[in-house]
């Protein structure tokens, strides 16, 4: 199958969201009404009821800092959601489990554009995680 895109802007206070919606394809975040909300120094993904899915997803996001602070609110009922963060220059700076409840810094990186993977397996739960310029 194939990705259908959809990317809406809109600029709130003067901070602009990126809204992401995922079309029909296996094992995507589609079915789950996923929030996808990527401004500048500020990142955070958020579906319900996610059931079995198998999948990584990759987004960009941009920090003007040298870390950042990964606040986790995941609910896992089954599999695994892996967090790998990566500076601007590549080097993995974050990698961990999402978890119920914890709030900690990535290690120091490269300032710009940094990218923020998600990979589930076999995961079913409620996935919710900010990532914050420190």
Not at 1 to 12: C, E, G, K, L, P
Not at 36 to 62: C, E, G, I, M, R
Request: one cysteine or more; glycine letters at 8%; aromatic letters at 8%.
């Amino acid at each position: 199958m194939t990705w259908s895109h959809a990317v809406r802007r809109s600029s709130i206070a003067g901070v602009a969201f990126a809204a992401i919606a995922l079309g029909a394809c296996s094992n995507s975040l589609a079915p789950f009404e996923p929030e996808v909300a990527s401004a500048t120094d500020n990142f955070q993904l958020q579906a319900t009821n996610v059931k079995a899915v198998t999948k990584t997803f990759t987004y960009a996001w941009v920090n003007n800092g040298t870390s950042a602070t990964v606040n986790h609110s995941t609910v896992t009922t089954a599999g695994v959601a892996q967090l790998t963060i990566r500076d601007a220059g590549g080097t993995v700076v974050y990698d961990k489990a999402l978890v119920p409840s914890l709030s900690e810094p990535t290690t120091s990186g490269t300032a710009g554009n940094w990218t923020i993977q998600l990979r589930l397996t076999g995961f079913s739960g409620t996935l919710n995680y900010r990532v914050q310029k420190r």
